[in-house]
Structures are given as C-alpha cells and as structure tokens.
C-alpha cells in the first residue's frame, strides 16, 4: 500500500550492484555565509554485503575548486533496508528530530517519513564502521 512502512524500501538487489556506477552532482554547503559549492561526481559500488547492509566504493570529484586534478575518495556506507539499518541512527549523538530533519532533504523520503512512524534505530550491527554520510548532499543517476 503506498505510504506505508515496507512501500519506503525498494529490493536492494533490483538496484545495487558490485561495478554498478552513478553519475551526477555534488553540492556542499560549508559556511552559512558562502555560497554553495556543487561539481560532477562518478561513484562506482566496488563492495556490497546484503546480509549485513553494507556497501562500500570509490566516488570521483571532478572539477572541485582549488583542486587541479580529480579528486577520489573511498566510502563504506549502511543500506537502510529496515533489517540492519533504518533512518534512525541512534549514532553520532543525532536525535530523532535530527535524523527525520536529514532524510527529510531528501524528497523521495520527506512525504512518506512522516507517514511510516520513523522507524526505530534496529540494534547495533557489529559490522558497521562507517556510513555513507558527509558534507553535502547529492543528486545522480545510474548506469
């Protein structure tokens, strides 16, 4: 039924693949007095765990400013499948409002958040070292 609980995690296997790659922006906002910053961007899934919700990959930054060649970086992140991770962290002394007001930025999540009951953090998973957060937010599509 749409905007329940189980209509906000789409088959994680129908989209997430070891090679799979994504293209678009990154934009990140480091100052409430400058303007935001936004560059292309290629990721590419180089690891991905389904038991344990974990994924992990390379993003290239391209033209990041005061940067004169493209900037890689490796990334880990938590699958939020309502089995090992949900959009309560419960971590990085972030309260629920602070989660619900993140994913809230995103819009494919800001409608149906409200209407799933923000699901509870599920308990700590052994395996998980890191996340797929930072400083900005970004928007791109896959090949």
Same mark, same amino acid.
């Given at each position: 039924?749409?905007?329940?609980?189980?209509?906000?995690?789409?088959?994680?296997?129908?989209?997430?693949?070891?090679?799979?790659?994504?293209?678009? @922006?990154?934009?990140?906002?480091? #100052?409430?007095?400058? %303007?935001?910053?936004? $560059?292309?961007?290629?990721?590419?899934?180089?690891?991905?765990?389904?038991?344990?919700?974990?994924?992990?990959?390379?993003?290239?930054?391209?033209?990041?400013?005061?940067?004169?060649s493209p900037v890689v970086t490796f990334w880990e992140g938590e699958i939020i499948d309502a089995v090992?991770?949900?959009?309560? @962290?419960?971590?990085?002394?972030? #309260?629920?409002?602070? %989660?619900?007001?993140? $994913?809230?930025?995103?819009?494919?999540?800001?409608?149906?958040?409200?209407?799933?009951?923000?699901?509870?953090?599920?308990?700590?998973?052994?395996?998980?070292?890191?996340?797929?957060?930072?400083?900005?937010?970004?928007?791109?599509?896959?090949?």
């Open positions: 039924m749409p905007g329940d609980a189980d209509s906000l995690y789409a088959p994680v296997d129908s989209f997430l693949k070891v090679g799979q790659a994504f293209t678009g @922006t990154q934009n990140v906002n480091n #100052s409430p007095t400058r %303007d935001r910053d936004a $560059w292309r961007v290629n990721v590419r899934i180089q690891g991905l765990d389904l038991e344990r919700g974990t994924l992990c990959g390379s993003m290239e930054a391209l033209d990041v400013p005061k940067a004169e090992n991770f949900s959009f309560r @962290t419960a971590r990085w002394d972030a #309260s629920k409002s602070t %989660d619900l007001r993140h $994913w809230s930025k995103f819009h494919a999540f800001s409608a149906r958040l409200r209407d799933a009951a923000f699901h509870p953090a599920p308990p700590e998973h052994p395996a998980a070292g890191g996340s797929a957060g930072g400083a900005g937010t970004g928007t791109g599509t896959g090949t």
